[in-house]
């Protein structure tokens, strides 16, 4: 396989994960692999959930727990909840 092919299918996966996780991403300033509450305080919808999103009471968000908040707006749960959260260059 060429050096060229396997460049862009590499290009292609990190692009993919990078649209997937982008709001998660954005928010994970010290790219420690979660969200604290400082790093929440960006998105005041999220700061204002915090006690009900932080599940395990870790005082940081997991990727699976922020999920729940990004996925409140896409069942129409609370869609007032996300509408400041960031989003990914395809709007989601």
Do not use: C, H
């Not at 982008?22 to 305080?41: M, V, Y």
């Amino acid at each position: 396989m060429s050096k060229k092919i396997v460049l862009a299918i590499l290009g292609t996966l990190f692009a993919a994960g990078s649209i997937a996780g982008g709001a998660f991403t954005a928010l994970d300033r010290d790219l420690n692999g979660s969200i604290s509450k400082q790093e929440a305080s960006a998105v005041p919808s999220l700061a204002e959930q915090w006690d009900s999103l932080d599940k395990d009471g870790s005082g940081d968000l997991s990727k699976e727990e922020f999920a729940a908040y990004e996925n409140a707006d896409k069942s129409g749960e609370n869609t007032s909840a996300v509408k400041d959260a960031p989003r990914t260059s395809q709007g989601k």
